[in-house]
């Protein structure tokens, strides 16, 4: 049973294919303004049993557009929004969902183990090789902002290099980034390590 069910039944018309993107990006939209609707749509995702994947697919992906839009409504659900991405097991919604946990909105509300959580889902996510690589992008901008002192500096820089043998030396725009990141962790794990 559907918890916020009048919320969801005026959004789910757009939770198929087919759906013009241009009412896709108003669902956004109403997402945004309604946090009702957030709340229907984190729901789903968190109990997902019944719905389709097409249906979970889009809804992850309002939100996220939702969130890009205007992340207030979004920021006194974010233990919601963990249990949403914990449930998730397709890698579309689940790559839309880490966009919206990338955001370093967070920072300031979540809590040392929210951190830490999405830390350690970051950086299995860089030791897995086929997820699309938005996942990955997804996962370095995490390691960005969670990555704060030198332990989990460490763990960043082993989750990249990890990341980095796979890519086996490809000159892709995600090697590229992986190494600009490897940099940049490794300047903060310096500055950490220095005498003050």
């Keep these: 049973m559907h918890e916020f069910p009048e919320a969801f039944d005026l959004i789910r018309p757009v939770l198929r294919r087919g759906v013009p993107i241009h009412e896709v990006k108003e669902a956004a939209g109403r997402v945004a303004r309604d946090s009702e609707l957030i709340k229907a749509l984190l729901s789903m995702l968190q109990f997902s049993e019944g719905y389709k994947p097409i249906e979970l697919q889009k809804a992850a992906w309002i939100l996220n557009h939702a969130f890009q839009l205007d992340d207030r409504g ?3 659900l974010r233990r919601e929004l963990g249990r949403a991405l914990d449930a998730t097991e397709d890698i ?3 790559r839309e969902l880490l966009k919206v946990l990338a955001h370093a909105v967070w920072l300031d509300i979540e809590t040392r183990y929210q951190q830490q959580e999405t830390l350690e889902l970051a950086v299995e996510f860089l030791h897995v090789v086929d997820v ?9 901008q995490i390691l960005q902002s969670r990555a704060l002192d030198g332990e989990a500096l460490e763990l960043a820089l082993e989750a990249v290099r990890a990341l980095r043998r796979q890519l086996s030396g490809d000159s892709t725009p995600l090697e590229r980034c992986a190494i600009q990141y490897e940099a940049r962790f490794r300047q903060k794990l310096a500055r950490t390590k220095s005498p003050s």
């Design 74 to 76: 979004f920021l006194p």
């Design 92 to 94: 579309s919604a689940l």
């Design 132 to 140: 699309p690589v938005a996942v990955h992008y997804a996962a370095l």
